[in-house]
């Protein structure tokens, strides 16, 4: 299977500022790689999709890119309801699998 | 409006069975696969397996295969997951989600299991 690998595992940022996370694959991916968003107590929710494609209703400040076996998802400019945890998946070939979450905490 | 409803908390002793379920509105259920995700209390996403309703085609994550069954029933648009003797260490929370993508989640089942 795929073994997707997300750095760094923490990462402290100052609201307002941007942040850069980091999703490598064991193996290509090609573009079939997801990123989301889980909050406390909640489901996590898509937020990007084929690596760089936003969900539906997602903000412009959420960015992807990538391909092959580096993939990054940036948010420009936290805001207080960006602190969460996220997580990549691949979908290229089953079984799926997912990153073991990076998760962005306030400095 | 795409909803995925999942039914209630569990809470189970070891050696029992369990199924849990995913219900479906406001698209064609047929059309789109259903993931089954699993999350041990503090820890990440593991992926359990998926099913498609259109023709009941299933895979499983090598992790997860013999230990859980999934199945779709097409007739009234709703997912299962089930096990027939449940461990301790299937105490996690449970979540159903749309398509390879996942694009849309249920709210999760907890699933308890102690003796």
């Known amino acids: 299977e795929k073994v997707m690998t997300q750095s760094p595992v923490t990462l402290s940022v100052s609201p307002g500022e941007g942040a850069t996370l980091s999703c490598r694959a064991s193996?290509?991916?090609?573009?079939?790689l997801a990123w989301y968003q889980q909050k406390p107590g909640q489901a996590p929710r898509l937020l990007i999709y084929?690596?760089?494609i936003r969900a539906n209703g997602i903000p412009t400040r959420f960015s992807g890119s990538g391909s092959e076996t580096e993939f990054t998802l940036s948010i420009s400019s936290l805001q207080s309801e960006d602190f969460a945890v996220y997580y990549c998946?691949?979908?290229?070939?089953?079984?799926?699998?997912f990153g073991q979450g990076t998760t962005v905490e306030i400095k | 409006e795409v909803r995925l409803v999942q039914s209630g908390a569990e809470v189970k002793k070891p050696g029992e069975s369990l199924k849990i379920s995913c219900k479906a509105s406001?698209?064609?259920?047929?059309?789109?696969?259903i993931n089954w995700v699993r999350q041990v209390p503090g820890k990440g996403l593991e992926w359990v397996g998926i099913?498609?309703?259109?023709?009941?085609?299933?895979r499983y994550s090598p992790s997860f295969e013999g230990r859980v069954t999934i199945s779709a029933d097409k007739s009234t648009n709703t997912a299962y997951l089930q096990w027939t003797s449940l461990k301790t260490s299937d105490t996690a929370m449970y979540y159903c989600a749309r398509d390879d993508r996942l694009d849309f989640w249920g709210q999760g089942t907890l699933v308890t299991v102690s003796s």
């Open positions: 099913v498609y309703p259109g023709d009941s085609d299933i």
């Open positions: 998946q691949q979908y290229n070939k089953w079984p799926w699998t």
């Open positions: 193996e290509s991916v090609y573009i079939n």
């Open positions: 084929g690596a760089s």
């Open positions: 406001g698209y064609i259920f047929a059309h789109y696969w």
